[in-house]
C-alpha cells in the first residue's frame, strides 16, 4: 500500500491532498503537516487524512513519496525532508531562484518534480499541438495576458497572512514564471527579455502588481502582461502565425482558431472540469489532478514528466532579466 506525505496544508497543499484522492489513494494513505494547527484541523476534517505535528511523528516506511506545498521562499525544507528520506519529491511552483539551485544542490540522488501545472491545461495542450503540427505555417507573434485580483485568491484570510504579500514571493511576480514555464514549453526558450514591473493600484500589501514584458526569439514575439490588479480573472491568448490565428479566452472554454488559406474558423471546446467549490469557475482540478498523476508516473520513469529544476531554473533566470531590465528587482 502506497504512502503520500504532504508537507504544507494550505490552499495548495488541500487541493493536493484531494488530488491524490482522486486518484486513488485513501484518506488513511495520506499524512500531512502544517505549521498551523487550524489548518491541520481543517484538513483532518474535511479529507480524513491522517495528521502529524512534527514529522518525527511519521514512520517514512509507510511513504512512497512526499509533496512539498509550502511557501515558494521554504520550498528546501520540504525537499531536505525528501532527501533525509531518499524519497521522491514534486514540489509547488518556484519564484525564488536561490531556493531553486539550493534545491538542486542538495537532490542529485533523488526524483524532483517541479511543479508546471498549466502545460497541463486542456486549452494550453491544444495550443501545443497546434503549434507543433505546423499547419499554419511559423508563428510569428502571440500575446498574452494573464489578470487576476490578489484579494480574491483567498477571499477568506488577508492577502498580509500569506506568502503572496512578501515581495520576493508576490503574487504577481510568483504568476510570471508560472505562465513563462508553459510559454516556454510551447514555445522555447526566448534569445532575451525585457519589461517593466510596478505597484500600480492598491491591493492590501506593498508588492509590484503588474509585470508587462517583450519576448525576443528572433524570428518572432512574444508579449506577456502579468497582473494581480484584475477586478475579472482573465487569461487571454493571440497567436498570430502565418497562415492563421488562434484566440483563447480562459472564461470562454473554446479555442478559436482561423485557417487563413480557407477563411473557415475552427472551435475546440474545453471539456467540463471537476471544480471545487470556492475557487473562480474556470479553475478546473483536473489539470492539478494530472499534475500529480504525471508525477507518480515520474517515479518510476523521470522522462514521463515534464518538468526539471533545470527548467525552473532557467525560467526564473528571465523573471530575473526581466526585472534587471527594469533596473533591477532590488533597485
Known sequence: MSGYYVKGLGSMGKRR????????????????????????????????????KDESE???NKI??????????????GTDIAVKYNKPVFVEASVVLSEVKAIMDNTKNIFVAPSCTFIFHPMIKEVKKIVESGKFGKVCNFTYHSGQYLPDWHPWENVNDFYVSNRETGGAREIVPYELTWITDVFGFPKEIKGYFRKTGEIGCDIEDSYVSTLDYGNMLGGLLVDVMSRYPAR?????FQDGQIQWKWDDEKLSVFDAK???????KQQKQPHEEGYADMIGE?????????????????KKYPN?????????????????????FYK
Not at 308 to 328: F, R
Open 286 to 302: 483536473q489539470m492539478y489532478i494530472d499534475e500529480i498523476a504525471a508525477f507518480l508516473d515520474g517515479i518510476n520513469d523521470n
Open 58 to 60: 511519521l514512520d517514512f
Open 236 to 240: 487571454n491568448l493571440i497567436i498570430n
Open 64 to 77: 512512497d513519496a512526499i509533496v512539498v506545498s509550502l511557501p515558494p521562499d521554504r520550498h528546501k525544507i
Open 17 to 52: 491532498v484531494r488530488c491524490l484522492l482522486a486518484l486513488g489513494a485513501k484518506p488513511e494513505q495520506i499524512w500531512g503537516n502544517d505549521i498551523r494547527e487550524d489548518r491541520r484541523k481543517e484538513a483532518k476534517d474535511k479529507y480524513g487524512i491522517n495528521i502529524v
Open 308 to 328: 526539471t529544476l533545470q527548467k525552473d531554473a532557467a525560467v526564473l533566470k528571465l523573471l530575473n532579466s526581466l526585472e534587471e531590465s527594469d533596473g533591477g
Open 262 to 268: 480557407t477563411g473557415n474558423t475552427e472551435y475546440i
